[in-house]
Every structure is written in C-alpha cells, then in structure tokens.
C-alpha cells in the first residue's frame, strides 16, 4: 500500500515577526460542520478521524472560526485534538456570526469582536489565539475601527497576532498602518485570480497569502483543461489545482478542507506535484478563459 504524502513535502513557510512556522499544506475545518457549514456534521466519527490524521500526516496549522457551526467545529476540534501539538498553529477569523436559519450576518462592533476572540478561546480550551483574521465584508468597508479593536485584544494578549481576510490592497495598508498584519486570507484559486497582484506584493514582504475556496468553494471548480492535465498526470483535479497554487508564489499557503480521509490525502499529495512546461501553460492560462 502506497504511504500517504506527509504535509512536509510541500515545503514550510514563517509568518512574520511572530516564530510560527508551518507546513505549507495545512487544514480548513469549515467542512467539518454540516450542510452550509451548519449544524452538526453526518458522520462526527470521520470528521474526528481526518482531524487526527491530519496531524498524524503532519498538518500544524488549522484554519477555523467560532462561527462554523456555529460553535459546531470548534468544539469537535477540542474534543478530537485536545491537548494539542505543541507545534500546532490556530488561525481563526473574527467579524461573522451565524442566525437559527444559518444566514451569515456581518458584525464589526467592537463588543462583538471582543465576545467573538472569548468565545474561540473558550470552546477550543486555549489561553491567546495564536492568529486570528480580521474579515471583512466588502471593498469599500472601513477597516481603521476594527483593526484598532484587534490591535487592543492583541495588546490583552488574548490573540497573539493579526491577519486580515476579504481585504482590497487599500484596506490593507490602512491595516499594517495600525498594526503588523501577519496574513492575507482571501478568494483565490486556479480560475479566480484577482488578487495576482495582492500575491506578488505580499511574496516580496514575507506574508503569507492564505487562499479561501482554493478548489472554487461551494461550486468546485470544473475545467476541461484541468481535467486534461488531471488525466495526463495520473491525479486527481483537486490534487492538481492546489498543486498549482503551491507553485504559484513561494508565500502561498493552502487550508483545504474535507470531511473525508481519501480527500485529505489528496489533498497533501498536491506537495509531490511537478508540473512540465505545456502542463504549466495550459493551467496558467484557464483564467482567462472563465
């Protein structure tokens, strides 16, 4: 039987001015939840074996919120993982929460945010988070008054760095102003890439670029010419689009997420993906054509 990738096969990379280094490859439990990321998940008894395979492969760096669930996936990380690797690294993002029908509501008051980091430190039985994302809604948002709530909660130590999610490169600097931001986490993959630019400024600062729905979110990417590069390879679609995001920009960090052991492992084997040139081209130019 073939041994699955470890997570370190897709190099290591530091986020900045904080000691933190991770694999590359990390894990998003967003999909440990249930059906849009709501309720309890159809099958907890493989939800908390991916988690502990994850770790066993490798994985020291967890993408999460509060607000998956809500609370739903915080508390199956601590129940499966507690006490944790010591190397293991929490990255959780703040600025959401959830209603009883599951809509999303977005919520920058500094009350919230503040009960928001509380209620992360409380349901995965930590003392500081070691990062926690600022998110935002929308471009044109003011970013000044949050920001300076998370630059407080980090003075309380009750989060140990900043990053920010769902930022323009305007708000952005209008963060670092206040405070250092650590990592960008926003949507990008093999088909949605306007953040190139974003990418290439933050490889040249040392941060790290976390794309969310790295494999098209909740309508997963589908491209014949993926497939063709796919089949020509012998793996799989998934396996070759976080493929090209790792060789994408040396900063890039990848959290996809799955419910499924057999996904997890394809999802770590992206680390041994080589791409030839013609493969390189046809992938590189699948944007253009969405």
């Given amino acids: 039987?073939?041994?699955?990738?470890?997570?370190?096969a897709a190099g290591r990379y530091t986020f900045p001015g904080t000691g933190l280094t991770v694999n590359r490859i990390g894990f998003g439990a967003m999909q440990l939840a249930g059906p849009g990321v709501f309720g309890e998940p159809a099958d907890p008894a493989e939800c908390a074996a991916v988690l502990k395979e994850a770790i066993a492969l490798g994985v020291d760096h967890i993408d999460t919120s509060d607000f998956y669930g809500p609370h739903v996936v915080n508390r199956i990380l601590r129940e499966t993982l507690h006490p944790y690797p010591d190397d293991l690294v929490f990255v959780s993002k703040v600025g959401a929460k959830r209603d009883d029908k599951g809509a999303w509501i977005h919520d920058l008051s500094a009350d919230f945010l503040r009960q928001s980091v509380l209620d992360n430190l409380e349901r995965l039985s930590i003392d500081q988070v070691p990062i926690v994302n600022l998110r935002m809604g929308h471009?044109?948002?003011d970013?000044?008054?949050?920001?300076?709530?998370?630059?407080?909660?980090?003075?309380?130590g009750l989060i140990g760095h900043i990053g920010v999610s769902t930022v323009s490169m305007e708000q952005l600097r209008a963060a670092q102003a206040i405070a250092p931001v650590v990592c960008v986490q926003n949507h990008y993959n093999l088909v949605h890439r306007e953040d190139d630019a974003m990418i290439d400024a933050l490889a040249e600062e040392g941060i790290p670029y976390v794309p969310y729905f790295p494999l098209g979110g909740f309508a997963p990417i589908h491209s014949e010419g993926l497939s063709d590069v796919a089949r020509d390879l012998g793996r799989s679609v998934q396996t070759v689009a976080l493929a090209w995001l790792l060789q994408r920009s040396p900063n890039m960090l990848l959290i996809p997420g799955t419910s499924k052991r057999a996904h997890l492992r394809d999802n770590i084997a992206a680390g041994t993906v080589e791409?030839?040139?013609?493969?390189?081209?046809?992938?590189?130019?699948?944007?253009?054509?969405?």
């Fill in 275 to 290: 791409f030839d040139a013609a493969s390189l081209k046809k992938l590189n130019g699948l944007a253009a054509l969405v």
């Fill in 143 to 156: 970013i000044v008054a949050p920001m300076k709530v998370m630059r407080r909660l980090k003075d309380d």
């Fill in 1 to 8: 039987m073939t041994q699955p990738t470890p997570a370190s």
């Fill in 139 to 141: 471009a044109g948002e």
